[in-house]
């Protein structure tokens, strides 16, 4: 899960960085524990995670497949709202991610297999009636591959649901917030290097063409528009795998004297702007 705002990158480089470098320190327990507890304590994916799951329509659903599934944050939320004879299946590639999720949701409706997304068939077996992930979907390194595992694991009829930042969807407008261009501007500082204010993209139509492959009908997208404080974004950055995919050729204490920097450079308590975009799709045949 990355920030909203700041998905900078230095040319091509950002996604083996993005791969390489956060893989690494998402197993790490220093950085799961910090991750659960910001987005425990902040309410930016709680307000994602309700949107997520009211547009998964989960009075109906009878089993849920809860994609990249952290540690366990989405899935707090799906059993909220589920029925008692409902089950959910989280799953990450971060076997510590995992292990926090299993140790925070009790509920024993619920339990979570670590697995790649590009991986799935080999470890969970459908059928599933929902599919749910929040704030990730844009990491997959194969995304048109991971829908055509969930193209085989949803059963017909069944509702996808994920959301993506607007400033990585295409046609989306989204303007930059002032943390974002102070974060840049101090990792310049560090490393000598230019970044670009351009993340990696999302293509709907291309989206539409892997659903489409996949057994997928798109529905009408749907825009949220959340305004969080920047202290929010600021906490967030803090946690180190997050700034490490920013910056890896930096150490630790300096990727945190960044943060600090950039974040002494705006000001904590202005709300700003940060759109996300909502896709769902049902497979077809129900």
């Not at 194969?142 to 607007?166: D, S, Y």
């Not at 305004?227 to 920013?246: D, F, G, H, Y």
Request: with cysteine.
């Amino acid at each position: 899960m990355h920030l909203p705002g700041l998905a900078v990158r230095v040319g091509c480089a950002w996604e083996k960085m993005e791969t390489t470098v956060g893989t690494s320190l998402w197993n790490d327990w220093w950085n799961a524990e910090l991750y659960d507890q910001y987005v425990r304590e902040y309410p930016i994916y709680r307000r994602l995670n309700h949107h997520l799951v009211e547009l998964s329509e989960p009075a109906t659903a009878r089993r849920v497949l809860d994609l990249a599934c952290g540690s366990g944050a989405t899935a707090r939320a799906c059993l909220a709202r589920l029925s008692g004879e409902a089950t959910l299946v989280g799953v990450d590639a971060s076997a510590v991610m995992v292990e926090v999720a299993r140790a925070r949701v009790r509920d024993p409706r619920a339990h979570f297999e670590v697995v790649p997304a590009a991986a799935l068939p080999e470890v969970v077996s459908g059928p599933f009636d929902r599919a749910v992930c929040n704030a990730a979907f844009w990491h997959f390194a194969a995304p048109g591959e991971v829908l055509a595992h969930l193209g085989r694991l949803l059963e017909p009829g069944a509702l996808l649901v994920f959301n993506v930042p607007a400033e990585r969807v295409i046609g989306e407008p989204s303007e930059p917030h002032p943390f974002q261009a102070a974060l840049a501007r101090a990792i310049e500082l560090r490393t000598d290097r230019v970044f670009f204010s351009v993340p990696t993209l999302l293509d709907p139509a291309l989206l539409d063409a892997w659903l489409d492959e996949a057994g997928f009908e798109l529905l009408p997208t749907l825009r949220l528009v959340c305004t969080p404080r920047q202290a929010e974004l600021i906490e967030l950055m803090k946690i180190p795998a997050m700034i490490a995919s920013l910056a890896p050729e930096l150490s630790p204490e300096a990727r945190q004297e960044v943060v600090e920097l950039a974040g002494r450079r705006s000001e904590p308590y202005e709300t700003v702007v940060v759109p996300w975009i909502y896709f769902r799709a049902r497979r077809r045949g129900g």
